[in-house]
């Protein structure tokens, strides 16, 4: 676009004037070749977080980021291809589950995922706690897994929409990430560009979420469904809640070890139930039968062992150590360990999911910027849930760490998130709400 000029760009969004669809393209090109300068794109970015835009605006911007780079088909696989994507949270160890329960009922998933920052976990952490696997897959590597399993999961290549990578370095540094048209563009963007056909989105609320309500939470699920269908693809969002850690291992070796229980058979719990409700609406979209039939599905791949053998097979797959999924002690063991223990009787009233994620940075199981390094043995393990009853000296929750001093620092952060009243408290439903082509 000859007649392209950013600071009209700027303009427009500052007086709620809408962009056309050639200034949008015009725009990401501009950030993606570098021939906008970062001043500029970040005041843009600003307007943008004051202003908003339109659903065509946001629609556009998300297409034109998946755009920047490269676009991923799957016509080679036979059979129907889906992806899942979670929004962050404390806890969420779904993907390690779901994917091999997804493989073992004939979906394919290539999955793309990225390492954790601040106080929510990453799926490729997670999985690089297993002794020797790597998640540095090249295309060809990738592929082959992906057929002869049905699943695996690789980083993410710095080709796919870099346009978001750009924007994303600098509204983390100019206090413009909170903005759902941008939250929606940078994640639709990623999803659309790794090619699958049905796209499951876990948005997380709640106080360990970025959406904090439910009225924001809905607010992205419908912009990202929007965005999705505008590309032909099938799309639903399960709003998830996030005021209290999901399952109850909070790091990464400890996240494997709980995923791996779940696999087992063990899904009595809020964590198995998620994942079985999860895997049975990727099943009903990929066109496996109606709602009854596929969580009936989703089950029979835990209870027959087919759901874990898959996960075995990624594993192995990606250089890994199987073993792991019968062995447990063969993931990283931390050095030092701790119990919390409650400090009086009640019930536990509240369990504040990003102070929780924030403790366990300390102990190591996270990084605060990306140059930072963890432990794959750190973490925490709760004993205790959201309204339990609890009597002075009752365990809490263990803390794991590689120091004493690490432990001392996360110990009062815990000890201030975990809060215990003489009233029973309400309890969020696990799923809020889901928004599907069924609602």
């Known amino acids: ?48 977080c004051f202003n908003g835009l339109t659903d065509e605006e946001t629609a556009q911007l998300t297409m034109s980021m998946r755009d920047s780079g490269q676009v991923m088909h799957w016509d080679m696989l036979p059979g129907p291809v889906a992806d899942k994507h979670s929004t962050g949270g404390v806890g969420d160890k779904t993907t390690l589950i779901l994917a091999p329960i997804a493989a073992a009922c004939g979906i394919f998933m290539p999955k793309m995922s990225g390492r954790g920052l601040g106080h929510t976990g990453g799926t490729i952490d997670k999985l690089e706690s297993i002794p020797g696997l790597t998640t540095a897959l090249d295309p060809a590597e990738f592929l082959a897994l992906v057929q002869r399993v049905g699943c695996a999961v690789s980083m ?17 540094v100019t206090e413009t990430v909170n903005s759902i ?64 850690p999901l399952g109850r291992c909070i790091g990464n070796a400890l996240e494997v070890q709980e995923a791996i229980r779940v696999l087992r058979g063990e899904t009595d719990n809020a964590l198995g139930q998620l994942c079985i409700a999860l895997a049975a609406e990727l099943l009903r979209m990929s066109g496996k039968g109606d709602a009854d039939t596929c969580r009936k599905l989703a089950k029979q791949a835990v209870s027959s062992g087919s759901a874990l053998q898959k996960l075995a097979q990624m594993i192995e797959g990606q250089h890994g150590d199987p073993r792991v999924t019968d062995d447990l002690s063969l993931l990283p063991q931390a050095k030092c360990s701790r119990v919390l223990r409650a400090e009086r009787a009640g019930c536990i009233a509240s369990m504040h999911s990003e102070e929780i994620g924030r403790a366990s940075v300390l102990l190591g199981a996270g990084r605060m910027t990306k140059a930072d390094s963890i432990d794959p043995a750190a973490g925490i393990v709760l004993a205790a849930e959201l309204g339990d009853a609890v009597s002075t000296g009752d365990p809490l929750l263990t803390m794991y760490a590689a120091t004493e001093q690490q432990l001392d ?14 009233e029973q408290p309400e309890k969020s439903p696990l799923i809020h709400k889901i928004f599907s082509d069924r609602t």
Not at 158 to 163: D, E, H, V
Not at 409 to 422: F, G
């Open 1 to 48: 676009m000859s007649d392209f000029h950013m600071t009209e760009c700027i303009r427009k969004t500052k007086a709620h004037l809408p962009l056309s669809p050639a200034e949008i393209k015009a725009l990401v090109q501009g950030v993606t070749d570098e021939s906008v300068p970062d001043y500029q794109t970040a005041a843009w970015l600003m307007a943008v």
């Open 156 to 172: 993410q290549t710095g080709n796919l929409a870099p346009a978001d990578k750009k924007l994303y370095a600098l509204r983390d």
């Open 181 to 244: 048209p941008l939250i929606c563009a940078s994640i639709m963007s990623k999803k659309l560009a790794t090619g699958a056909d049905h796209i499951l989105l876990d948005v997380k609320v709640g106080s360990g979420a970025f959406m904090k309500n439910d009225a924001d939470a809905a607010e992205l699920a419908r912009l990202m469904r929007a965005a999705a269908k505008a590309d032909g693809r099938q799309c639903t969002a399960i709003l998830t809640d996030m005021d209290r």
């Open 409 to 422: 620092e996360a110990e009062q952060k815990l000890r201030a998130a975990v809060v215990i009243t003489d």
